[in-house]
């Protein structure tokens, strides 16, 4: 099935492989709350346990260094997509509230990203995510 709209989630490559794991999550579940229309139904198994919804399309996953995101970041917001960051400070906080503080904090240029997720139409998120390597 081919979809108007993608899904992309860069990750820093120099972080840990927990840390990979955490900020991915954290940015796919900003996809998922800030764009509804990206959620499929309920799933339910043959015994009849109904399960919460998944994305209906795929998540494509890249890495990239901290001048990239930043560059990925700049052109991202320009096309008008919808976009979620996650930088380094947020490993120190414990809450939400915290982790919009730690972002508050810098101006654009200088967010010290460790990830991003981006969300839109197919021809602007190829451009924004273009020479990016998937991540291994």
Avoid: C
């Avoid at 799933?43 to 994305?55: A, I, K, Q, R, V």
Wanted: charged fraction near 25%; proline fraction near 5%.
């Amino acid at each position: 099935m081919r979809f108007d709209t993608k899904i992309g989630i860069v990750v820093r490559s120099d972080l840990a492989a927990w840390q990979r794991l955490n900020v991915t999550a954290f940015l796919a579940g900003a996809i998922a709350g800030g764009r509804p229309e990206v959620m499929g139904d309920d799933y339910e198994d043959g015994s009849g346990n109904t399960y919460l919804p998944m994305f209906r399309q795929p998540v494509v996953i890249y890495q990239a260094d901290l001048a990239t995101l930043r560059k990925v970041r700049e052109k991202a917001v320009g096309r008008g997509l919808g976009v979620a960051v996650y930088t380094e400070d947020m490993f120190k906080t414990g809450n939400d509230e915290d982790n919009r503080a730690a972002v508050r904090a810098y101006p654009a240029e200088d967010l010290n990203l460790v990830g991003l997720a981006l969300y839109g139409p197919k021809t602007p998120m190829d451009k924004s995510l273009k020479g990016l390597t998937l991540h291994p």
